[in-house]
Nanobody, 120 residues
Framework: VQLQASGGGLGQPGGSLRLACAAS????????MRWFRQAPGKERELVAA???????NYADSVKGRFTISRDNAKNTMYLQMNSLKPEDTAVYYC???????????????WGQGTLVTVSS
């Protein structure tokens, strides 16, 4: 399984960016995809998650501004980021978890990360 993240770049405060994460390989029909981010000098944090049924959850810091979605036919996840703030600057990583056994994912895969910089 491989994950390819794209869509990062420079965004202005108050502006928008859209990230995509395309998964390829042996993708199970039941999985959870997540976006994480890591700012310089900080730990990696969960931004948003979506399961194959479309249920979502968000970090408090992005609720109401970011929207996670997915296209199961394309095995692709998206993150629409609106009302960007300088503190959203980070490397964004996508993660796929699948092949669950007693609640634990046996298959965990990470994308390579895409840099988002929010600055005027």
């Amino acid at each position: 399984v491989q994950l390819q993240a794209s869509g990062g770049g420079l965004g202005q405060p108050g502006g928008s960016l859209r990230l995509a994460c395309a998964a390829s390989g042996n993708i199970y029909s039941i999985n959870v995809m997540r976006w994480f981010r890591q700012a310089p000098g900080k730990e990696r944090e969960l931004v948003a998650a979506i399961n194959s049924g479309g249920d979502t959850n968000y970090a408090d810091s992005v609720k109401g501004r970011f929207t996670i979605s997915r296209d199961n036919a394309k095995n692709t996840m998206y993150l629409q980021m609106n009302s960007l703030k300088p503190e959203d600057t980070a490397v964004y990583y996508c993660k796929l978890s699948q092949d669950y056994n007693h609640g634990q994912a046996m298959g965990i895969y990470w994308g390579q990360g895409t840099l988002v910089t929010v600055s005027s």
